[in-house]
């Protein structure tokens, strides 16, 4: 009887394994899975920016978001859908949005996205373009089955200004 018992909990076990393997195969990991939903959102951000669609934020940005950079900080996505229209001092940008380093704990995220950002404006009639190296550091929650930023710190790591 022993036996039995043995070899029905072998074949459970093995079952269990070779379900998981499938099901990870097919379905992929959690953080598979959340990954684009995730990295979405800086493409969402680069895209409201540009295109002055600031109202789109409230897509990126928790209600209560803190959005902080070189010289200012903005409490709420009240603040940070007015404090983008700063933006437009610029006749136009353009964000480049490249390699993104997402790390995913269950219903929280962090990630570090690198950009380009290019500003075009005008001197006395002269046109100008300033261009912005940036690192954004993300920090993340997952709720009602959606990802948005809770905190959103911009790093400037290198600037050029320069007639074009």
């Keep these: 009887m022993n036996l039995v018992i043995f070899r029905l909990i072998a074949i459970s076990v093995l079952f269990l394994a070779v379900s998981v393997q499938v099901s990870s195969a097919v379905f992929g990991s959690y953080e598979n899975n959340q990954k684009p939903h995730i990295e979405r959102l800086s493409l969402l951000y680069a895209s409201a920016v540009d295109k002055r669609d600031f109202e789109k934020?409230?897509?990126v940005f928790h209600d209560k978001a803190i959005f902080e950079g070189p010289g200012f900080t903005f409490n709420g996505i009240e603040e940070i859908i007015s404090g983008m229209e700063a933006i437009r001092q610029f006749d136009k940008t353009q964000h480049f949005?490249?390699?993104?380093?997402?790390?995913?704990?269950?219903?929280e995220a962090s990630n570090e996205i690198y950009t380009i950002a290019y500003h075009f404006y005008r001197k006395e009639e002269v046109p100008f373009r300033l261009d912005w190296g940036i690192i954004y550091s993300d920090s993340l929650?997952?709720?009602?089955?959606?990802w948005k930023i809770l905190k959103r710190?911009?790093?400037?790591?290198?600037?050029?200004?320069?007639?074009?």
């Excluded at 949005?97 to 219903?107: E, H, S, T």
């Excluded at 929650?141 to 959606?146: A, F, P, S």
């Design 57 to 59: 934020l409230r897509e």
């Design 141 to 146: 929650k997952r709720e009602k089955g959606k």
């Design 153 to 164: 710190n911009l790093e400037l790591i290198w600037k050029k200004d320069a007639k074009i």
């Design 97 to 107: 949005v490249m390699n993104q380093n997402l790390k995913i704990k269950n219903m």
